[in-house]
């Protein structure tokens, strides 16, 4: 359960931070990479802008990859227990088994009329 909750906690964070560089990003080569326009500098405009493109490709296959390990490090539980689902279809109750009724008179037996029916007086 630990593993799990750790791995989940990364992923968290890889997304917070893939979210984080795609909104500094501009598709036109703007957004952050454009307030360092000074020609002096030693990560300059287009280190910026590869920067944040390698970053966040990178982002990107850790959270695939934190993902992946996250579903191999889920908690089974213990073998004899069972899910709600599993226990209802289990118990459920065969069709084939409920006792049928009979919905017609069988054949050869006669129906006592109302005056046979009532008692003489």
Known sequence: MGIYIFVS???LIACVLQILIVLVQNS???GLAANFTSAGQSMGVRKTA????????TLAGAILILSLVAT???????TGSRSRIENSIQNAVDPNAIPT???AIPQGTE????EQAQPEE
């Open 9 to 11: 906690v990364l992923v």
């Open 101 to 103: 009724l009979p919905t």
């Open 72 to 78: 191999a490090a889920i908690p089974r539980g213990e």
């Open 28 to 30: 036109k080569g703007g």
């Open 111 to 114: 129906i006592p009329s109302q």
């Open 50 to 57: 590869d920067f944040l493109e390698k970053s966040t490709w």
